[in-house]
């Protein structure tokens, strides 16, 4: 097959070579299915919200918060009708997720990336019909909690394929395509909730909740055609398979250098018995244990919750009308893909870096800009019913430009550099804290945004703010660049950077032993 050349220097620590290869159609096809993964997680953030304001479905299951809402005939702007109970059940999804990826990394770890991603789009359309046909509130849990376990298996298995499987230099293009699924999905939710909305009878949000199961079957039948990543056929000791498939995705005979960074990569791995306690003990692996931990962090309090959230708002006092919600997500949503295509095209090209700062930047100045404005009008009682169209547009086009500056940067790439910076024989077990925490941290930003914003006001917009601030000096000092690094030499730049090369002379822990760990 035709494709694109691509090479390197380095090899750990041998004289500079090259890995040559081509960016053959055969990965491109692969890579593409995989990404597809992602519209299970997009999917359903974008159709949960939109059930849960369906008047039918909260009479149904929630009849309490649906009475509540119904008495709810308050003008201020700051304090909404808050149902911790509704937003546990939404939240329930998050807190299953955290849990399974936990699961997910031993089989991913075990079995290989492919099975791992099967098995989550399996449990996940379990969870959709479940709760498509729910007659009860113990069926919407029960699927709830399977749709949980398959985002969980999903997003920890689709990342770490992504970036084994991708030619090194085009790893930022192709793992963000598992983001721009995510956006994908969300906008394709919202588009379906509004107008399943509609539909007479009040049975509409069974097809927003059923429909969850079609992104599910996307990802189980292409599993199905998928190969598995070389990096995870090598440390399954299927070594004669694994170069056979290497040679096919990149084009060439020769990828023996390639190879044989994996094979030592696998003799690394194979030193250390318990992945688990040496990510956490071990200072070797401290760099990459920090960041598995502050991006998601980070990621989640960049306050994109509290800008989508007045969206609606703002849009409908500009003339929307009754269309309000619907031009808000396609909007913000038609923004997030676009947004996050840039991010496709740049992210090898300018760096993580550039993107990440840039991003920061961007952010803070637009959402100091929207607190401003809020502030202005809303003031600190929040009690406003109209508008004037002028400030509803300024502030929706700073809301663009602040949801398109998280779209190319916090958005994608808090998926995308974690999953490319652990070692092999840490890969699993790193993702999955990775997962763990950004599904903890939506879980709890979820739980305490509306009780924040009435507290607060619109000071919450500086809160998040200051957290926007300390993410990009976090990410000015302390994140090295790791575009065109291919994965298994990516501990060169621990070793390279200003402060994390005090951790990289660190011994290994095994079970029984201390060993060194070929660091170069």
């Known amino acids: 097959m035709g494709g694109v050349g691509f090479a390197v220097s380095g090899r750990r620590g041998d004289d500079p070579t090259q890995y040559p290869g081509k960016l053959t159609w055969y990965v491109v096809m692969t890579l593409m299915a995989a990404a597809m993964g992602g519209l299970i997680f997009g999917y359903d953030i974008g159709i949960s919200g939109g059930v849960t304001s369906m008047a039918p479905f909260l009479e149904k299951f929630f009849p309490s918060v649906y009475h509540n809402q119904m008495d709810d005939t308050s003008t201020n702007q700051y304090c909404k009708f808050d149902s911790q109970i509704l937003t546990l059940f939404t939240s329930s999804l998050y807190l299953a997720a955290l849990v399974a990826s936990f699961f997910a990394s031993t089989m991913t770890k075990k079995f290989g990336r492919r099975k791992s991603m099967m098995f989550g789009g399996l449990i996940f359309l379990v969870g959709a019909i479940i709760n498509a046909a729910a007659v009860h509130i113990s069926m919407l849990i029960i699927g709830r909690v399977l749709l949980g376990i398959g985002v969980g298996f999903a997003n920890q298995s689709v990342p770490l394929y992504l970036s084994e499987m991708s030619p090194y230099n085009y790893r930022g293009t192709f793992n963000v395509c598992f983001q721009l699924m995510i956006t994908i999905g969300i906008l394709v939710a919202n588009l379906f909730n509004y107008f399943f909305a509609k539909i007479e009878g009040g049975w509409g949000w069974r097809l927003s909740l059923g429909l969850a199961g079609v992104p599910a079957i996307i990802i189980i039948i292409s599993s199905f055609f998928l190969s598995d990543t070389p990096n995870s056929l090598v440390d399954r000791g299927r070594e004669e398979e694994a170069k056979t498939l290497l040679k096919r995705i990149r084009g060439v005979e020769n990828i023996d250098a390639e190879f044989n960074d994996i094979l030592a990569a696998r003799n690394d791995a194979r030193l250390v018995q318990n992945p688990w306690q040496n990510i956490f003990r071990s200072r070797c692996y401290r760099p990459q244990l920090v960041m598995s931990i502050l991006i998601p962090f980070f990621q989640q309090l960049t306050g994109i919750n509290v800008i989508m959230f007045y969206a609606p708002v703002l849009f409908k006092t500009i003339g929307f009308g009754s269309d309000a919600s619907l031009m808000s997500a396609v909007i913000t949503g038609v923004i997030n893909v676009l947004a996050t295509c840039v991010s496709i095209g740049f992210a090898d090209r300018w760096g993580r870096r ?95 945004f509306l009780g924040m914003l009435c507290t607060m006001k619109f000071g919450l917009f500086i809160f998040f703010a200051f957290f926007v601030v300390l993410m990009t000096l976090f990410c000015y000092f302390f994140m090295p660049e790791t575009k065109n690094i291919p994965i298994e030499e990516m501990t060169r730049v621990w070793r390279d950077h200003w402060f994390w090369k005090r951790f990289m002379d660190q011994p290994v822990t095994g079970a029984n032993e201390m060993t060194r760990i070929e660091l170069v």
């Open 354 to 448: 550039t993107l990440f700062l840039e991003g920061g930047v961007q952010m803070l100045i637009f959402q100091i800009a929207v607190a401003a404005l809020i502030g202005a009008k809303f003031g600190v009682t929040g009690d406003v019913t109209e508008l004037p169209k002028w400030f509803a547009i300024l502030v929706v086009i700073c809301i663009c430009f602040y949801v398109a500056g998280f779209a190319w940067s916090w958005g994608p790439l808090g998926w995308l550099y974690p999953s490319e910076i652990f070692s092999l024989e840490i890969r699993s077990a790193g993702q999955s804290v990775n997962v763990a925490v950004n599904m903890f941290f939506t879980f709890l930003v979820a739980q305490v």
